[in-house]
């Protein structure tokens, strides 16, 4: 599963509601790629794939493919706002290794 802070599902529910389109999730996954070999990927999604992984937690619903699912069990998502920039940011316990901005892992 796959989990979504206070801070991330206000930031979320916001920026779903400015797109204006209905029925709206997160769409989370892993690809190849950035400085530690895989990196993170989050859209806002209104098509649910033949496979994906569906979850709701704090009021957010969360599709996942199921190959990016393997890598991301256990995650939770968090929103910051800090000086480092904006943005969502995924607390993965399965990473072993990860690149100073927090946008790529490995395992």
Do not use: W
Not at 60 to 69: A, C, H, L, N
């Amino acid at each position: 599963m796959i989990t979504v802070t206070d801070t991330a599902r206000k930031q979320a529910i916001h920026l779903m509601a400015e797109d204006g389109k209905p029925n709206l999730f997160i769409r989370v996954g892993v690809e190849g790629g950035g400085c530690s070999g895989l990196s993170y990927q989050l859209t806002f999604d209104n098509e649910e794939k033949e496979g994906d992984k569906t979850f709701e937690d704090n009021g957010v619903k969360i599709v996942v493919d199921k190959k990016s699912y393997l890598y991301l069990i256990g995650t939770s998502l968090d929103y910051s706002g800090g000086l480092n920039g904006k943005g969502f940011v995924f607390n993965n316990p399965n990473a072993e290794r990860t690149c100073g901005c927090g946008d790529s892992f490995s395992i």
